[in-house]
């Protein structure tokens, strides 16, 4: 599986952006499917996941404010992302696995910048 995520950008605090990340060389659509990010000098932080049957999980961090959707069709997952604030500024990463509460997630997007003014 190849994940490509795509949308990144500047956006100023209080504004919305949505990311995308479309997968190929396989059908994900019974893969769990997650967005995660890594903001310089922390670790790589969980941010939402969604399951096959649609059901989504998230980080306090973004709950109320990031909503996680897929398009089995279209073999992709997005990330709706609304009341950013500066510290959203993180590069943001795609990822897929079986979908298992134990499984790791073994394939990964390149990432997108996303930058967010004050």
């Known amino acids: 599986v190849q994940l490509q995520a795509s949308g990144g950008g500047l956006v100023q605090a209080g504004g919305s952006l949505r990311l995308s990340c479309a997968a190929s060389g396989r059908t994900v659509s019974r893969y769990r499917l997650g967005w995660f990010r890594q903001a310089p000098g922390k670790e790589r932080e969980f941010l939402a996941d969604?399951?096959?049957?649609?059901?989504?999980s998230y980080a306090d961090s973004v709950k109320g404010r990031f909503t996680i959707s897929r398009d089995n069709a279209k073999n992709t997952v997005n990330l709706q992302m609304n009341s950013v604030t500066p510290e959203d500024t993180a590069v943001y990463y795609c990822a897929a696995k079986v979908d298992s509460a134990v499984a790791p997630y073994d394939y990964w997007g390149q990432g997108t910048l996303v930058t967010v003014s004050s």
């Open positions: 969604i399951g096959w049957t649609g059901r989504t």
